[in-house]
């Protein structure tokens, strides 16, 4: 709808346009023979911006065009209403010369932000300690400052038909995979959403249709882990609100890193990254194999576990695939409420859970002491995961692997692993292959181990494009 | 979709080997020891040494119609009516193949691990897992397969360690008093255990690699390795059991596993059959696979839904299965399938080469 010369008649109509909100003011003032309308939603402008720089420089320098008596870079002329309405809505100030069908639109956006902090959710020992936090602007700085370099592309997209919310797509343009970009450039092109919720909502827009639980796109809130996996040609998703960053396309093996692997020295980190595969396949597996050594092939212990095994079991009614069970559910009922509850009431759900459930359901017979330390020995694994979707979806798939031990014992186990294996490998994301046997002579450098950085110039996780690029250059000693 | 990328010569070797091994660790020498007795390791090594043969002839056949796979380039060898019919056998001996090994192993689990339960179950269980990955694309198999190498690393290991208890190296003795014509005989036995190589017939132009004779090495490597392994079970074997006994026992490994014990894993014959599943299960989904991509090719156009062919040829095999649940029909069966399988890898392998030389000159333009 294009501007009327006259701003009343401009006013009414924004004013039907904001759903004649309380917010929305208006203010006149008169400099030399002009007459200037501003219009501004006064809960989303900065005062001292819009009376320093807008209204004080044309009060003094009356006749002068707009442009050159404001001090304000973010500037722009409309003739359309809807424009000047949503550049209220985005906390710009709006100013209309009377008798002239035209608006300018000044920034004066109130920014109100927390300051960067240190990382909740990914804590390291050694490394940065800097966390993104809700504000683009904030977290494409803290990314621009740690890659100083013009090969780092930035792109803005609006997703959400009512919100509006602005996102971020971070690459490296020399180094992303072309393939990947066009599939991902189609796919958030193709969302179609009122509002969105990040990251939860764009990850599941983005990724591919197939029904897994394994979570495919990596979750981050540390500026340098975002700035590792743009190095390997990955690419990076900013979302306005939100202090979470998305990682695209990543493979499974990069939810079992963390970045601390990388910060000491490799054989130490290597074999703290090997502890975390070990508990990721503990904590998926041993209530279930628990359960099939008791139900099913006691034989394969030595007659003396057996015995000890045995003994614990000796009152207890309940098979041990509802004690499994039980024991696991109650641990996430714990978790669940631990979570959501005010600090001061997390001690009553302590000693509820440890002391109830971990001591008395024992003493009155209704579970073993052995499933309770296979339970707590689980739970302690699957901690050992530093992704929280990978966590959890290692935390579901136990249940299906107690049920099939206890149908098929120890060769349940094993067809729960391969179908695991199996539905890893038949897993997508982006066009690219999810899950590689982390076991080839390749692979297996920053897998199951993290090898020096010298070895690592071409890990099978970097998809860069450019092949010849080496991470360490080796200086020749002559 | 069906071939998504391409595998690697590594994805290949795994491949092959874990096609290869299959149930017959547990058998092996007992099949091939009727005629010759504790001479049954030379006939395992004749064996793979034939196989090795055969894989030259694969790789020749291959490098001369490198961009296609088997289904598609036998119409121009043999023309459309019989390389159809060929099609179709040559499916349905994967298809049987593949049921063969998935009840064999499922009578071996439920005379060893899972007495009471129901039989069908077990073979049930283990052909609905290898259709769900046969279903899949060349490429997630191939993953699977290099998964699972772990598993036989471990198995391997088991092996190696068990198979270090009692026993007398004079079984040995004298070696090669059988004579020449029982050995040969024998080595017909093993072919059934050594089938698996001609997968390459399907997977060669699937294969990323700088050089095609690197195809050539990773396929002798693997075949290599499957050979050292057959020979030393038997070894072992023999190393172990005397001549009578090694007649008497079907399952000689089993039993060395089950009198070795370590100080934390009591009866290792079962931690090592539950985990041989995985490698059974591998030949049993290569086979479906292969199966359902030579069905694929039966009619004139292609038929491009394959895991509906693969589900298919997956629920027939398992109907069939229902009616094998006896010991003998399925021992029956297993002599039958060692010429079967010595015809499909060996015998038309050459035919195929011997014809297309035949018609070279034609290939060439």
């Known amino acids: 709808m294009l501007a009327d010369s006259s701003p009343v008649n401009n006013e009414k109509i924004l004013q039907a346009m904001l759903s004649h909100s309380s917010d929305f003011k208006s203010s006149d003032f008169t400099a030399g023979d002009r007459h200037y309308r501003l219009y501004y939603i006064d809960t989303m402008i900065e005062l001292a911006v819009v009376q320093d720089h807008i209204i004080r420089p044309l009060l003094h320098h009356p006749n002068i065009v707009i442009r050159e008596a404001v001090s304000i870079l973010d500037y722009r002329e409309t003739e359309l209403l809807t424009d000047a309405a949503q550049a209220l809505v985005e906390g710009k100030s709006v100013v209309q010369i009377d008798g002239e069908a035209k608006f300018y639109l000044l920034g004066s956006e109130l920014k109100k932000e927390r300051t960067v902090n240190i990382p909740v959710n990914e804590r390291v020992l050694r490394g940065s300690n800097e966390a993104l936090i809700e504000n683009l602007q904030t977290n494409l700085n803290l990314l621009r400052k740690l890659i100083a370099t013009p090969d780092l592309a930035v792109k803005y997209y609006q997703l959400g038909t009512r919100s509006n919310t602005k996102v971020a797509v971070l690459y490296i343009q020399s180094l992303a995979n072309d393939e990947v970009l066009k599939e991902f450039e189609k796919r958030i092109g193709s969302i179609n959403i009122d509002y969105v919720e990040a990251p939860g909502f764009i990850q599941e827009l983005i990724q591919d249709k197939k029904f897994t639980i394994f979570p495919r796109l990596l979750v981050t809130e540390r500026p340098d882990r975002v700035r590792a996996y743009l190095m390997d040609g990955k690419i990076a998703i900013l979302t306005d609100g939100s202090p979470d960053c998305l990682i695209v396309p990543v493979s499974f093996w990069a939810f079992l890193q963390s970045p601390d692997d990388y910060q000491i020295g490799w054989l130490i980190g290597s074999s703290f990254r090997f502890l975390r595969i070990a508990c990721f396949i503990l904590a998926i597996s041993l209530p279930g194999l628990y359960v099939a050594l008791v139900t099913f092939d006691p034989r394969i212990l030595p007659f003396e576990i057996t015995l000890t095994l045995q003994s614990t079991m000796q009152y207890i009614a309940i098979p041990p695939v509802f004690e499994a069970t039980l024991m696991l559910l109650t641990l996430e009922i714990l978790r669940e409420a631990t979570i959501r509850l005010a600090s001061p009431n997390s001690q009553t759900i302590g000693i509820v859970g440890g002391i109830v459930i971990g001591t008395i359901v024992v003493q009155a017979n209704l579970i073993s002491t052995m499933m309770v330390v296979v339970v707590a020995f689980t739970a302690l694994a699957s901690y050992l995961i530093p992704s929280y979707e990978m966590r959890s979806a290692a935390r579901l798939l136990t249940f299906p692997f107690i049920l099939m031990a206890s149908v098929l014992g120890m060769l349940g186990l094993e067809l729960s692993f391969l179908l695991v294996l199996a539905h890893l490998s038949r897993i997508h994301t982006m066009g690219i292959p999810y899950f590689y046997s982390g076991i080839s002579a390749d692979t297996i450098k920053d897998t199951f181990f993290r090898g020096p950085i010298r070895s690592l110039n071409r890990s099978k996780e970097s998809m860069a494009q450019d092949s010849s690029r080496i991470r360490v250059r080796r200086r020749d000693n002559k | ?365």
């Not at chain 2, 298809?95 to 039989?119: C, E, G, K, N, Q």
């Not at chain 2, 079970?233 to 059991?241: K, L």
């Open chain 2, 1 to 365: 979709m069906i071939h998504l990328d391409k595998i690697s010569i590594k994805q290949l070797f795994c491949l092959v080997i874990l096609t290869q091994v299959g149930v017959h660790v547990l058998t092996i020498p007992y099949e091939e020891s009727k005629n010759t007795g504790y001479d049954a390791w030379i006939s395992v090594l004749l064996c793979g040494v034939i196989g090795q043969a055969a894989i030259l002839l694969i790789y020749l056949l291959g490098k001369r119609y490198a961009d296609r796979t088997l289904p598609q380039y036998i119409f121009s060898i043999f023309g459309k009516p019989i390389g159809k019919i060929l099609n179709l056998l040559i499916a349905a001996y994967y298809a049987v193949s593949s049921l063969v090994v998935a009840v064999s192993y499922s009578d071996v689990i439920s005379r060893w691990m899972l007495f009471t339960t129901p039989w069908y179950v077990i073979s049930g269980v283990s052909i609905a897992i290898a259709a769900y990955i046969a279903s899949s694309s060349l490429r997630s198999i191939a993953t699977i397969t290099q998964s699972i190498i772990v598993m036989f690393a471990i198995c391997f290991l088991i092996v190696v360690i068990s198979g270090t208890g009692k026993g007398d190296w004079r079984h040995f003795l004298p070696v090669g008093t059988h004579g020449i014509g029982p050995i040969l005989k024998d080595t017909i036995f093993a072919f059934w255990a050594y089938a698996g190589y001609e997968l390459l017939l399907y997977v060669f132009p699937f294969v990323h690699c700088h050089k095609k004779k690197n195809i050539l090495i990773a396929m002798s490597a693997a075949n290599g390795f499957t050979t050292f392994f057959y020979v030393l079970i038997s070894v072992i074997v023999t190393y172990t059991f005397s001549e009578s006994q090694l007649k008497s026992i079907p399952e000689p490994m089993i039993f060395i596993l089950r009198q070795f014990k370590w100080p934390v894993v009591q009866s290792l014959d079962i931690l090592f059959m539950t985990i041989w599943l995985g490698v059974t299960t591998v030949t049993v989904y290569v086979y479906l696979f292969l199966s359902a991509r030579y069905l694929a090719f039966v009619r004139s156009t292609e038929i491009r839904n394959h895991s509906l062919l693969v589900w298919g040829l997956a629920i027939g095999c398992f109907t069939a299965g229902l009616w094998l649940s006896d010991r003998q029909s399925i021992l029956r069966i297993s002599d039958y399938f060692n010429n079967v399988s010595m015809i499909v890898s060996s015998i038309i392998p050459a035919i195929l080469l011997l014809v297309s030389l035949a018609r070279g000159k034609v290939e060439r333009v």
